[in-house]
């Protein structure tokens, strides 16, 4: 089955206590990304990777760190997390240029950092 | 800048009845593509229509429908003969292909109740 494997799926930490969600996908895509999701805001984009050691910065990058050192893992890191950083997070996949049928989303990641 | 705008935050129609949820988007491209997605209380997020802005024919997928009016830059989503389960949050999405790859627009989504 085509899927992107987002785990945990459930977090609570502590302030500072430096985390990863992991992100995973199965159909070769050239293209992932992260998005937070807050009430009233939508998603926004955190980082985004257009291939294998390709990452750039979204709208909201501050706080975060991603890595793509192979084609379908594409981990967030959070090194020092904080309470604004309470949220849920999506990792999405997709193909690359035309003929392309958006994104297939992960499960989704709640976050509570105290 | 692209922005992608949903007017209506919550929303909510009689199961069996027919709704339309409004979005519409500002962009300079031409060669694009539109989305609506829903998420339910399990938060996945669902693929529901996809439109390509060069396809003057408007997408349909079973109940779900849209309006797409490239000009006025509007692409409704309209659902048919509701049913308990579209009760979700929907979010309007637009797409735009370059050299740099692709950047996806959200809006801030569509709270949608279908009443018994």
């Known amino acids: 089955e085509a899927q992107v494997t987002q785990n945990p799926r459930y977090l609570i930490t502590v302030t500072g206590k430096k985390l990863t969600v992991t992100c995973s996908q199965n159909m070769n895509h050239e293209y992932m990304s992260w998005y937070r999701q807050d009430p009233g805001l939508g998603l926004r984009q955190i980082y985004y990777?257009?291939?294998?050691?390709?990452?750039d910065k979204g709208d909201v990058p501050e706080g975060y760190k991603v890595s793509r050192k192979e084609k379908r893992n594409f981990p967030l890191i959070l090194e020092s997390p904080s309470p604004n950083q309470t949220s849920l997070y999506f990792c999405?996949?997709?193909?690359?240029?035309?003929?392309?049928?958006?994104?297939?989303f992960g499960s989704g990641t709640r976050l509570t950092v105290v | 800048a692209q922005t992608v705008t949903q007017s209506q935050p919550e929303m909510s129609v009689q199961e069996a009845e027919t709704v339309t949820l409004s979005c519409t988007y500002d962009?300079?491209?031409?060669?694009?593509?539109l989305f609506w997605y829903k998420q339910p209380p399990s938060r996945q997020m669902i693929l529901v229509i996809r439109?390509?802005?060069?396809?003057?024919q408007n997408a349909t997928e079973n109940r779900f429908s849209v309006n797409f009016q490239k000009a006025a830059k509007s692409f409704s989503l309209k659902i048919s003969d509701s049913q308990l389960g579209d009760t979700a949050m929907y979010f309007c999405a637009f797409m735009r292909i370059s050299r740099t790859g692709n950047q996806f627009y959200f809006g801030t989504g569509t709270s949608l109740t279908v009443i018994p």
């Open positions: 990777s257009m291939n294998v050691e390709v990452t």
């Open positions: 999405a996949s997709s193909t690359l240029g035309t003929g392309n049928y958006g994104y297939t």
């Open positions: 439109q390509e802005a060069y396809k003057q």
């Open positions: 962009t300079s491209e031409n060669n694009y593509y």
